[in-house]
């Protein structure tokens, strides 16, 4: 079982890159083509130090592409499995969120006919 601990090592460093809400929200915007870093500040909200320091990490872990044209950067998704892995994941929370707060919808709903059935 020993030879499998780097293995797991490299795992959960590829899957820490998706352990910040900014880095998944670079992602996603990334997935529509190619930005400069000033337009992923721009459609993130991010501040300008905060995405370039995110774009860097995702850069070196091997998410994201980086080409340089004159003195802008830009960045564009390099790792297609990660965003199959997100975006899996995203549908599955959502799918979750729904469901709870139907479920809360639900229960209100007969929460409010019990209290009228005692009026």
Known sequence: MSELVPVFQAVARYFSVLGDPMRLHIL??????ELSVGEVVERT???Q???SRHLKLMH???????R???SLVYYSVADQAMVEICR???QRVVGEIASTQNTQRGLQRNLRSAIEKFQ
């Open 45 to 47: 909200g991010g501040t």
């Open 60 to 66: 070196e872990r091997g998410a994201l592409a980086r």
């Open 68 to 70: 340089k044209n004159g």
């Open 49 to 51: 130090t905060n995405v």
């Open 28 to 33: 996603y915007t990334l997935c529509s083509g």
């Open 88 to 90: 899996s994941v995203c």
